[in-house]
C-alpha cells in the first residue's frame, strides 16, 4: 500500500540544554514521513525521544533543528497564527487517559471544547457533534454529563480518543495510549482506533513499548535509540526479518502469555548510555553483541536495505545475510 | 465489539445534603461550629440580651452572675452582649480584606506561574521581579507592616480592610503559583495547549478551577488570621476604636484589669477570638476535601457474578505458618455495603515468592494492594486481617507502620510521575526518603542514592539526582520510584505495574532485577500486572480478581494453560491479540 504524503520530517533534532556545557540530545537528525491515511508505528527504548518527536511534530515543543513539512505546508516555520489554525488538523492522544482529562469538566465539555475554539457553530451544535463524536467512539449518550472519574479507564480513553477526532484532523500523535489499559480494554481501543482511521482517513503517530499493538496497528514501524532513528520499515517486513541489532532485540525480549514457552534469551545487557551531549558514534554500541570497533566512528547513515527498509548499522548487510 | 459499562448507578458531587452526608462526625462539629460563627456575625448584634454600647457606671466591672453571665467590663457593659456583637466587625472585615487579598492574589500567581521560565525573555523577568519584591514585602513582620499602613493611611475601617489584605495577598500569590507550576506538568494541561488553547487562556480555564481546593483552604485559614490581624490591630489601637464592639479592644480594654483579678473582662473575648481562628482553620481542611473532585463518588463496582470457583478460591488455607504475609478473609466496604470493594479475600505469602496479581481494570488489584499497605483509600472500611511478619497491620501504631512501609515493606505504584514532587529534585527526594529511615549524612545519602539508580540501570546517576521530575521520561521516572522502592532492602515488594511504560528490553532487565532480589535475598513480591507475559515469566503464583473478588488462583503454569474462569479465559485471548 503506498500512501500520498503528509507529514514530511527532515533532520529533526530537539535539544534541551542543561547548562552551559551540557544538553540533552532527545532527537538526533531524524527525517521520515507519514502518508494520509497511514499508521506509523513508533518503538524504541524509554527515554529514546519518542514522545519528544510527537511533540514537535505537534509543535507543541519547538525542535531546535530540522524542517517539518505539513499537507505541503511548512509546520516549524508557522506562526502562533498559523499554528492555531492548524490545530484542529493535529491532535494528540495522551498515555494516561485520567490524567488527561480536566477533571472539573464533564466529558461533553471536554470534547466539544476544541469545537468551540476552532469553529463558530453555536454551543448547541458544538455539543451534538461532540455528542456524535462519542457515540462513534462506542459511548452512549448518558455519559456525556459524566466527570472523568466517573468512567472506566477505557472509556476515559475513548472520550481522549474523541476529544483529539472531534475536529477531524489530518494527523493524531498516539502517545501510548493503550500503556494503562488492561488486555481486554486495550483490545478495544485498538478496535476504535481502527475503525475511525477506515471511516476518517486520518494518519497517526502510534508511539507505544506494547509490540503486539504495534504490529497490529502499523503500516510501517520506525525504531528509535537514544534520539536516533535506526531502523525504519513496513511492518511485515520489519516482523519478518530484523535488520538492526536493537530491534532484533526488542523482538526477541517480548514475554509470551504462555508459561510453558521458553523464556527467551536476554541479548542485550548493559547499561542504556547517557543522552547528556550523545557522542558521534552509534548509540547502541555500548549494549550490542556485534559491535566491532569501527561502530564507534560515527553514526552510521541510513542504509537502503531495500523495499522501503532502512536501517542504520554498519553490520546490517551481513545481518541480512545471516553472516553473523 | 464488547463494550464494557459500568453500569452502576452514578451519583455527582451536587446537592448539599450529598456532601454532608459524605462528612465525617468530626467534620460535620466543625462545619457547624463554623456556621455558629457566621450566625453570630450576621446576627449577634441583634441577639445580645443587653445594649452593648451604652456605659453605665453603676454596673461597672460586676463578676460574671446570673444577670450578667460573662461580667461587665469598666463601662458597665454587658460582656456577653458585646462578645455576640463584636464577631460582626472582625468577621467582616476579615472576610472583606481576605476576598480582596485572593482577587488579587491569585491571578497574579497565575501569571507568576506563567513568566516563570517563560521563553520571553521580558516575560520570565517579570515574574522573577514579581517574585524578588514579594520577598522583600514578606521580610517585614506582618503585623508591623500592617501597622504602618494604617499608621500612613489613618485609621477606619476602609483602611484597616486594605492594610489586612495587603499583607494578606502574597500568601494567594505564591499559592496559585506554586499550584499552576505543578498542573502544568499534568498531562490535561498540555491537552488544553493540543487543542489549542493559548497558554494564559489554559491556565485560567483548565488550571486556576484545579488549584480552587488549596485556595479554598487557604482561604479559610487566612480568614482565620485575618481576624486575629484586625483584633491585633485594634489591640494596639491602630484599628477599629471603642465604643463599637471589637475583639481586639475589648481584649485591650479589659487588659489592665486582669491583674486586678476582674479577669472576665478581656478573657471571654480572648478565647472567642482564639476559637474563631481556630474553627476557620479547620473548616478550610473540610471544605477542601470536600472540594475534590468525585469526593463523594467514590469509584464504584459492579458486582460479579457468583461463580463456583470463587468460593473454593476464597476459602484458600490462610494459616500457613511460614507466611510473611497473610491476609485473612480482607474485605474492604466503600459506600454501599451490598457491594463490598474487596471480598473476602485470602491468600498469603512466604519469603522469597512471587504472587501475580491479574484482572480487568477496576477488578480490584490496586485496591487490594494499597489494603495490603494499610493504606486504603478514605472513606473505606477494611474487615479482616493482614498479617506482616507475624504483626497485624490494621492494628499497629502508625509510627511504627511508617517505620515499617517504605523500609521493610516496600511500595512501587504506577504513575511515577504523579509521586515524585514537581519541584524537588531527583537527588533532594530520595535523600530525604534515606535519611528519613536511616541515619546518614546529606552526601552519604546522596551516594546510596546515586548508587540505586545505577542498579536499575540509569545512565549518569548524578545528572539524573539534579534533573526534576518533568526532565525525566516516563520510563525513567518509573525506575527513580523503583529504585526509592528498593532504596532499604524490603522484605516484601508490593508493585503495581512496575514495570508499565518501560521498554520491553529495559523492561526485562527490571524484572530480573525483582528476580535476583526474590532469589538471593529472599524478597517476597507481590505484582500487579496486566502484561500476562511477565505473570507467566517471572511469577510463582496467580491471583485472578473480578469484581472485588478472588475468582482464581495456583500456580503459574496451571492457572495459564488451563484458567478455569471465563476471566482469565478473556485475558489470555486478548492478551494473545485475539479480540475480546
Ligand atoms: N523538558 C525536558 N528537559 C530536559 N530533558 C528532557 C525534557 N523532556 C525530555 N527530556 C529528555 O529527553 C529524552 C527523550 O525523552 P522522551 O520523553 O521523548 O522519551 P520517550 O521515548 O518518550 O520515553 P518513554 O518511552 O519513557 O516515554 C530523555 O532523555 C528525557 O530525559
Ligand atoms: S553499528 Fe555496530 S554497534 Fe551499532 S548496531 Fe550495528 S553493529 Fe551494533
Ligand atoms: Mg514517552
Same mark, same amino acid.
Not at chain 1, 523464556?263 to 552509534?282: K, L, M, Q, W, Y
Not at chain 2, 507550576?181 to 489549542?196: H, K, M, N, V
Not at chain 2, 507502620?401 to 531527583?426: S, W
Given at each position: 500500500?503506498?500512501?500520498a504524503?503528509?507529514?514530511?520530517v527532515?533532520?529533526?533534532?530537539?535539544?534541551?540544554?542543561?547548562?552551559?556545557?551540557?544538553?540533552?540530545?532527545?532527537?538526533?537528525?531524524?527525517?521520515?514521513?507519514?502518508?494520509?491515511g497511514e499508521?506509523?508505528?513508533?518503538?524504541?527504548?524509554?527515554?529514546?525521544?519518542?514522545?519528544?518527536?510527537?511533540r514537535c511534530?505537534l509543535?507543541?515543543?519547538e525542535?531546535?533543528?530540522?524542517?517539518?513539512?505539513f499537507?505541503?505546508?511548512?509546520?516549524?516555520?508557522?506562526?502562533?497564527?498559523?499554528?492555531?489554525?492548524?490545530?484542529?488538523?493535529?491532535?494528540?492522544?495522551?498515555?494516561d487517559?485520567?490524567?488527561?482529562?480536566?477533571?472539573r469538566?464533564?466529558?461533553?465539555?471536554?470534547?466539544a471544547?476544541?469545537?468551540?475554539?476552532?469553529?463558530?457553530?453555536?454551543?448547541?451544535?458544538c455539543?451534538?457533534?461532540?455528542?456524535?463524536?462519542?457515540?462513534?467512539?462506542?459511548?452512549?449518550?448518558?455519559?456525556?454529563d459524566?466527570?472523568?472519574?466517573?468512567?472506566?479507564?477505557?472509556?476515559?480513553?475513548?472520550?481522549?480518543?474523541?476529544?483529539?477526532?472531534?475536529?477531524?484532523?489530518?494527523?493524531?500523535v498516539?502517545?501510548?495510549?493503550?500503556?494503562?489499559?488492561?488486555?481486554?480494554?486495550?483490545?478495544?481501543?485498538?478496535?476504535?482506533?481502527e475503525?475511525?482511521?477506515?471511516?476518517?482517513?486520518?494518519?497517526?503517530?502510534?508511539i507505544?513499548?506494547?509490540?503486539?499493538?504495534?504490529?497490529?496497528l502499523?503500516?510501517?514501524?520506525?525504531?528509535?535509540?537514544?534520539?536516533?532513528?535506526?531502523?525504519?520499515?513496513?511492518?511485515?517486513?520489519?516482523?519478518?526479518?530484523?535488520?538492526h541489532?536493537y530491534?532484533r532485540?526488542?523482538?526477541?525480549?517480548?514475554?509470551?502469555?504462555?508459561?510453558t514457552?521458553?523464556?527467551?534469551?536476554?541479548?542485550?545487557?548493559?547499561?542504556?548510555?547517557s543522552?547528556?551531549?550523545p557522542?558521534?558514534?552509534?548509540?547502541?554500541v555500548?549494549?550490542?553483541?556485534?559491535?566491532?570497533?569501527?561502530?564507534?566512528?560515527?553514526?552510521?547513515?541510513?542504509?537502503?536495505?531495500?523495499?522501503?527498509h532502512?536501517?542504520?548499522?554498519?553490520?546490517?548487510?551481513?545481518?541480512?545475510?545471516?553472516?553473523? | 465489539?464488547?463494550?464494557v459499562?459500568?453500569?452502576?448507578?452514578?451519583?455527582?458531587?451536587?446537592?448539599?445534603?450529598?456532601?454532608?452526608?459524605?462528612?465525617?462526625?468530626?467534620?460535620?462539629?466543625?462545619v457547624?461550629?463554623?456556621?455558629?460563627?457566621?450566625?453570630?456575625?450576621i446576627?449577634?448584634?441583634?441577639?445580645?440580651?443587653?445594649?452593648?454600647m451604652?456605659?453605665?457606671?453603676?454596673?461597672?466591672?460586676?463578676?460574671p452572675?446570673?444577670?450578667?453571665?460573662?461580667?461587665?467590663?469598666?463601662?458597665?457593659?454587658?460582656v456577653?452582649?458585646?462578645?455576640l456583637?463584636?464577631p460582626?466587625?472582625?468577621?467582616?472585615i476579615?472576610?472583606?480584606?481576605?476576598?480582596?487579598?485572593?482577587l488579587v492574589?491569585a491571578?497574579l500567581?497565575v501569571?507568576?506561574?506563567?513568566?516563570?521560565?517563560?521563553?520571553?525573555r521580558?516575560?520570565?523577568?517579570?515574574?522573577?521581579?514579581m517574585?524578588r519584591l514579594?520577598d522583600?514585602?514578606?521580610?517585614f513582620p506582618?503585623?508591623?507592616?500592617?501597622?504602618?499602613?494604617?499608621?500612613?493611611?489613618?485609621?477606619?475601617?476602609?483602611?484597616?480592610?486594605?492594610?489586612?489584605?495587603?499583607?494578606?495577598?502574597?500568601?494567594?500569590?505564591?499559592?496559585?503559583?506554586s499550584?499552576?507550576?505543578?498542573?502544568?506538568?499534568?498531562?490535561?494541561?498540555?491537552?488544553?495547549?493540543?487543542?489549542?488553547r493559548?497558554?494564559?487562556?489554559?491556565?485560567?480555564?483548565h488550571?486556576?478551577p484545579?488549584?480552587?481546593p488549596?485556595?479554598?483552604?487557604?482561604?479559610?485559614?487566612?480568614?482565620?488570621?485575618?481576624v486575629?490581624?484586625?483584633?491585633?490591630?485594634?489591640?494596639?489601637?491602630?484599628?477599629?476604636?471603642?465604643?463599637?464592639?471589637?475583639?481586639?479592644a475589648?481584649?485591650a480594654g479589659g487588659?489592665?484589669?486582669?491583674?486586678?483579678?476582674?479577669w472576665?473582662?478581656?478573657?471571654?473575648?480572648?478565647?472567642?477570638?482564639?476559637?474563631i481562628?481556630?474553627?476557620?482553620?479547620?473548616f478550610?481542611?473540610?471544605?477542601?476535601?470536600?472540594?475534590?473532585?468525585?469526593? #463523594?463518588? =467514590?469509584?464504584? /463496582? %459492579? &458486582? $460479579?457474578?457468583?461463580?463456583a470457583? @470463587?468460593?473454593?478460591? *476464597?476459602?484458600a488455607?490462610?494459616?500457613?505458618?511460614?507466611?510473611l504475609?497473610?491476609v485473612?478473609?480482607?474485605?474492604?466496604?466503600?459506600?454501599?455495603?451490598?457491594?463490598?470493594?474487596?471480598?473476602?479475600?485470602?491468600?498469603?505469602?512466604r519469603?522469597?515468592?512471587r504472587?501475580?496479581?491479574?484482572?480487568v481494570?477496576?477488578?480490584g488489584?490496586s485496591?487490594?494492594?494499597?489494603?495490603?499497605?494499610?493504606l486504603?483509600?478514605p472513606?473505606?472500611t477494611?474487615?479482616?486481617?493482614v498479617?506482616?511478619?507475624?504483626?497485624?497491620?490494621?492494628?499497629?501504631?502508625?509510627?511504627?507502620?511508617?517505620r515499617?512501609?517504605?523500609a521493610?515493606l516496600?511500595?512501587?505504584?504506577?504513575?511515577?510521575k504523579?509521586?515524585?514532587n514537581?519541584?524537588?529534585?531527583?537527588?533532594d527526594f530520595?535523600?530525604?526518603?534515606?535519611?528519613?529511615?536511616?541515619r546518614? #549524612?546529606? =552526601?552519604e545519602? /546522596? %551516594? &546510596? $542514592?546515586?548508587?540505586?539508580?545505577? @542498579?536499575?540501570?540509569? *545512565?549518569?546517576?548524578?545528572?539524573?539526582?539534579?534533573?526534576y521530575?518533568?526532565?525525566?521520561?516516563?520510563?525513567?521516572?518509573?525506575?527513580?520510584?523503583i529504585?526509592?522502592?528498593?532504596?532499604?532492602r524490603?522484605?516484601?515488594?508490593?508493585?503495581?505495574?512496575?514495570?508499565a511504560?518501560l521498554?520491553?528490553?529495559?523492561?526485562?532487565?527490571?524484572?530480573?532485577?525483582m528476580?535476583?532480589?526474590s532469589?538471593?535475598?529472599?524478597?517476597?513480591?507481590?505484582?500487579?500486572?496486566?502484561?500476562?507475559?511477565?505473570?507467566?515469566?517471572?511469577?510463582?503464583?496467580?491471583?485472578?480478581l473480578?469484581?472485588?473478588?478472588l475468582?482464581?488462583?495456583?500456580p503459574?503454569?496451571?492457572?495459564?494453560?488451563?484458567?478455569?474462569?471465563?476471566?482469565?479465559?478473556?485475558?489470555i485471548?486478548?492478551?494473545?491479540?485475539?479480540?475480546?
Amino acid at each position: 500500500m503506498t500512501f500520498a504524503p503528509l507529514v514530511q520530517v527532515a533532520h529533526l533534532s530537539k535539544r534541551f540544554r542543561l547548562d552551559r556545557h551540557h544538553y540533552v540530545g532527545a532527537v538526533n537528525d531524524i527525517s521520515f514521513t507519514i502518508g494520509k491515511g497511514e499508521t506509523l508505528g513508533l518503538v524504541g527504548e524509554s527515554g529514546s525521544g519518542k514522545t519528544t518527536v510527537g511533540r514537535c511534530l505537534l509543535r507543541l515543543i519547538e525542535p531546535s533543528a530540522g524542517s517539518i513539512t505539513f499537507a505541503g505546508a511548512d509546520l516549524t516555520g508557522a506562526s502562533a497564527a498559523e499554528l492555531r489554525a492548524l490545530r484542529p488538523r493535529l491532535q494528540l492522544v495522551f498515555q494516561d487517559p485520567l490524567a488527561s482529562l480536566n477533571p472539573r469538566r464533564t466529558i461533553g465539555q471536554t470534547v466539544a471544547e476544541p469545537l468551540r475554539l476552532h469553529t463558530r457553530q453555536s454551543a448547541a451544535a458544538c455539543r451534538a457533534a461532540a455528542a456524535e463524536m462519542l457515540r462513534e467512539v462506542g459511548l452512549d449518550a448518558s455519559r456525556f454529563d459524566r466527570y472523568p472519574i466517573e468512567l472506566t479507564a477505557s472509556e476515559q480513553q475513548r472520550v481522549g480518543i474523541a476529544r483529539a477526532l472531534v475536529t477531524r484532523p489530518d494527523l493524531v500523535v498516539l502517545d501510548e495510549p493503550t500503556s494503562t489499559l488492561d488486555p481486554i480494554m486495550r483490545a478495544e481501543i485498538l478496535d476504535v482506533l481502527e475503525r475511525m482511521q477506515a471511516a476518517l482517513g486520518v494518519s497517526y503517530l502510534f508511539i507505544s513499548h506494547d509490540l503486539t499493538a504495534v504490529e497490529r496497528l502499523s503500516h510501517r514501524i520506525a525504531v528509535m535509540y537514544l534520539g536516533r532513528l535506526v531502523e525504519i520499515g513496513s511492518t511485515r517486513a520489519l516482523m519478518r526479518q530484523q535488520d538492526h541489532p536493537y530491534t532484533r532485540a526488542l523482538l526477541s525480549a517480548v514475554l509470551d502469555a504462555d508459561p510453558t514457552k521458553p523464556i527467551p534469551p536476554h541479548v542485550v545487557e548493559g547499561e542504556i548510555p547517557s543522552a547528556v551531549n550523545p557522542r558521534d558514534e552509534c548509540p547502541f554500541v555500548g549494549r550490542c553483541p556485534i559491535h566491532i570497533p569501527v561502530c564507534r566512528d560515527a553514526m552510521p547513515g541510513m542504509a537502503d536495505m531495500g523495499g522501503a527498509h532502512f536501517a542504520a548499522c554498519v553490520r546490517a548487510p551481513e545481518l541480512v545475510r545471516g553472516a553473523l | 465489539m464488547a463494550f464494557v459499562a459500568s453500569k452502576g448507578p452514578s451519583r455527582r458531587l451536587h446537592g448539599v445534603r450529598r456532601v454532608w452526608a459524605g462528612l465525617s462526625a468530626g467534620d460535620r462539629i466543625v462545619v457547624l461550629l463554623f456556621a455558629l460563627i457566621v450566625s453570630v456575625a450576621i446576627a449577634g448584634p441583634w441577639l445580645a440580651p443587653h445594649p452593648t454600647m451604652t456605659a453605665d457606671p453603676a454596673q461597672r466591672l460586676l463578676p460574671p452572675s446570673l444577670e450578667h453571665w460573662l461580667g461587665t467590663d469598666d463601662n458597665g457593659i454587658d460582656v456577653f452582649s458585646r462578645l455576640l456583637a463584636a464577631p460582626r466587625t472582625d468577621v467582616t472585615i476579615a472576610l472583606v480584606a481576605t476576598l480582596l487579598s485572593v482577587l488579587v492574589g491569585a491571578p497574579l500567581g497565575v501569571l507568576a506561574g506563567l513568566f516563570e521560565s517563560h521563553p520571553r525573555r521580558v516575560l520570565s523577568l517579570t515574574g522573577e521581579g514579581m517574585l524578588r519584591l514579594l520577598d522583600v514585602l514578606q521580610a517585614f513582620p506582618v503585623f508591623i507592616l500592617a501597622m504602618v499602613l494604617v499608621a500612613i493611611r489613618g485609621p477606619g475601617t476602609e483602611n484597616v480592610i486594605l492594610a489586612v489584605a495587603f499583607v494578606n495577598f502574597p500568601v494567594f500569590l505564591r499559592l496559585v503559583r506554586s499550584e499552576l507550576l505543578s498542573l502544568r506538568q499534568r498531562p490535561f494541561a498540555e491537552a488544553a495547549r493540543a487543542i489549542g488553547r493559548s497558554d494564559l487562556a489554559a491556565a485560567f480555564v483548565h488550571l486556576l478551577p484545579n488549584a480552587l481546593p488549596t485556595v479554598v483552604v487557604q482561604l479559610s485559614v487566612t480568614v482565620g488570621f485575618a481576624v486575629l490581624l484586625t483584633a491585633g490591630l485594634s489591640f494596639v489601637g491602630a484599628g477599629i476604636r471603642p465604643p463599637t464592639p471589637e475583639l481586639g479592644a475589648m481584649i485591650a480594654g479589659g487588659a489592665k484589669f486582669m491583674a486586678l483579678g476582674q479577669w472576665w473582662v478581656s478573657l471571654f473575648p480572648g478565647l472567642a477570638l482564639g476559637a474563631i481562628v481556630f474553627v476557620c482553620g479547620l473548616f478550610g481542611e473540610v471544605i477542601g476535601r470536600a472540594l475534590e473532585p468525585g469526593a #463523594s463518588s =467514590a469509584p464504584r /463496582r %459492579r &458486582r $460479579a457474578p457468583p461463580l463456583a470457583a @470463587a468460593a473454593a478460591a *476464597t476459602n484458600a488455607p490462610a494459616a500457613d505458618p511460614q507466611a510473611l504475609l497473610a491476609v485473612d478473609r480482607l474485605s474492604l466496604i466503600g459506600d454501599d455495603p451490598e457491594a463490598p470493594l474487596l471480598e473476602t479475600m485470602s491468600l498469603s505469602l512466604r519469603p522469597g515468592e512471587r504472587l501475580g496479581i491479574v484482572g480487568v481494570a477496576g477488578a480490584g488489584k490496586s485496591l487490594l494492594l494499597r489494603t495490603v499497605l494499610a493504606l486504603p483509600p478514605p472513606g473505606t472500611t477494611v474487615r479482616g486481617r493482614v498479617r506482616f511478619e507475624g504483626r497485624d497491620l490494621e492494628t499497629l501504631p502508625a509510627a511504627e507502620l511508617r517505620r515499617l512501609r517504605g523500609a521493610t515493606l516496600a511500595a512501587i505504584l504506577p504513575n511515577a510521575k504523579a509521586q515524585l514532587n514537581p519541584l524537588v529534585r531527583i537527588g533532594d527526594f530520595m535523600a530525604a526518603q534515606i535519611r528519613a529511615h536511616v541515619r546518614c #549524612s546529606e =552526601a552519604e545519602a /546522596r %551516594r &546510596r $542514592a546515586a548508587k540505586m539508580l545505577v @542498579a536499575v540501570g540509569l *545512565t549518569d546517576p548524578e545528572r539524573r539526582l539534579d534533573a526534576y521530575p518533568h526532565e525525566l521520561s516516563g520510563g525513567m521516572a518509573q525506575r527513580v520510584c523503583i529504585a526509592i522502592a528498593l532504596l532499604h532492602r524490603p522484605r516484601l515488594l508490593v508493585a503495581d505495574e512496575p514495570t508499565a511504560g518501560l521498554d520491553v528490553t529495559v523492561q526485562r532487565q527490571v524484572l530480573d532485577l525483582m528476580l535476583k532480589l526474590s532469589k538471593e535475598q529472599n524478597v517476597a513480591q507481590i505484582v500487579a500486572t496486566r502484561d500476562l507475559g511477565i505473570v507467566a515469566h517471572y511469577c510463582d503464583t496467580v491471583a485472578v480478581l473480578e469484581g472485588g473478588r478472588l475468582v482464581e488462583m495456583g500456580p503459574v503454569a496451571a492457572v495459564l494453560t488451563a484458567p478455569s474462569s471465563a476471566v482469565t479465559h478473556r485475558l489470555i485471548a486478548a492478551s494473545r491479540g485475539e479480540t475480546a
